[in-house]
């Protein structure tokens, strides 16, 4: 099943920045400093994951989308690793639950071994009496995959995007149950697909093929870069709420930053009715050979797209007869070539 549509696109309201794993970090640490606490942090995260999961399958889960699961309950299979990745993704098993799901978490960490902001999520989520399975080696993990098969959707908390060297086991054979699983439920990635460098969109050895990822605080560049987008499948970025004084532990840095396509468009200055063509800038493309034809084709509608008046193409002369026809808005210019076809002196 394909995540519903109508999930939106980065809705996000504030500066509109990519941030790297050490930007957030810094961000994280400033927020911290100026009161703002970790476990605070960590439960805006976890419910802006619930947010989005309600949103995209509660109206598909009300008409019975997993085989075995009642209509008025649906069910989510947590992958929880055991770093702040995981104690996001326990608030927000915590919080599905609360909410009338069947949640089931599937541990790669000893309770016993969670730390900080986690263990203090673990301790609420403990008392709960949620099914709870230990993952400890590459068989379990593969194992525990099949009784995810008729979930509503799996939810990825295992790995952050500070990654740190490649998936080991029992993570990587998880990773490889999922990814290769034919008809498996919509998977959700908390902050970044597990596996996936948050800096470099890198895979690190195995990375997990969301069909959706909240990614948590501000973008991340691994998702727009490399093996990234392969990856992160729909993105929704979930504001944290930081305070000015954290925001300005980023600017320092100079972070990327994204452009939506309205932002785009009122970018672009307006143009008269009665603008001249000529008026509007002219440009001359020198491409093309009697191999490779298209690549004249597509370089000048690209330019005639993107606002130049008059468009020039001086592409050899057998390729100019093909041109006429494909580019009827731009001036075509033959080359002379010699009896070879290649360009004449």
């Given at each position: 099943m394909k995540p519903p549509a109508g999930v939106p696109l980065l809705p996000?309201?504030?500066?509109?920045?990519?941030?790297?794993?050490?930007?957030?970090?810094?961000?994280?640490?400033?927020?911290?400093?100026?009161?703002?606490?970790?476990?605070?942090?960590?439960?805006?995260?976890?419910?802006?994951?619930?947010?989005?999961?309600?949103?995209?399958?509660?109206?598909?889960?009300?008409?019975?989308?997993?085989?075995?699961?009642?209509?008025?309950?649906?069910?989510?299979?947590?992958?929880?690793?055991?770093?702040?990745?995981?104690?996001?993704?326990?608030?927000?098993?915590?919080?599905?639950?609360?909410?009338?799901?069947?949640?089931?978490?599937?541990?790669?960490?000893?309770?016993?071994?969670?730390?900080?902001?986690?263990?203090?999520?673990?301790?609420?989520?403990?008392?709960?009496?949620?099914?709870?399975?230990?993952?400890?080696t590459a068989e379990s993990a593969r194992d525990g995959f099949t009784g995810a098969m008729n979930a509503t959707c799996i939810v990825d908390a295992l790995l952050g995007t500070g990654l740190r060297g490649d998936v080991r086991e029992p993570m990587r054979s998880a990773i490889e149950a999922v990814n290769g699983a034919v008809g498996r439920p919509p998977v959700v990635a908390v902050d970044a697909p597990s596996g996936l460098d948050g800096a470099t969109g890198r895979v690190r050895g195995m990375a997990v093929r969301a069909d959706f990822t909240v990614t948590l605080g501000f973008p991340k560049p691994g998702l727009f870069l490399a093996d990234g987008p392969r990856h992160c499948g729909r993105l929704i970025a979930v504001p944290l709420g930081y305070p000015p004084a954290a925001l300005a532990a980023a600017e320092g840095t100079s972070p990327l930053g994204w452009t939506g396509l309205p932002e785009g468009e009122a970018a672009l200055p307006p143009r008269p009715h009665d603008l001249h063509k000529g008026a509007a800038g002219r440009l001359l493309v020198l491409a093309g050979s009697p191999d490779y034809r298209g690549a004249a084709v597509l370089t000048a509608t690209a330019a005639l797209r993107s606002g130049a008046g008059i468009c020039v193409v001086a592409t050899p002369a057998p390729v100019a007869e093909f041109l006429v026809g494909q580019l009827p808005e731009a001036i075509v210019l033959p080359l002379p070539v010699t009896k070879s076809g290649a360009l004449a002196a």
């Open positions: 996000f309201a504030g500066p509109r920045w990519c941030l790297t794993p050490e930007e957030m970090a810094a961000v994280d640490r400033a927020a911290i400093h100026a009161g703002l606490g970790g476990l605070a942090l960590m439960e805006t995260a976890g419910r802006g994951v619930v947010g989005a999961i309600r949103a995209a399958f509660e109206p598909h889960a009300a008409r019975g989308c997993a085989e075995s699961a009642p209509a008025s309950e649906p069910r989510a299979v947590f992958l929880i690793g055991g770093g702040n990745n995981g104690g996001d993704g326990l608030v927000a098993a915590r919080c599905l639950a609360e909410a009338g799901w069947r949640v089931v978490l599937e541990l790669f960490v000893d309770p016993a071994n969670f730390t900080g902001d986690a263990a203090r999520q673990w301790g609420l989520v403990e008392p709960m009496g949620l099914a709870v399975r230990r993952i400890e």
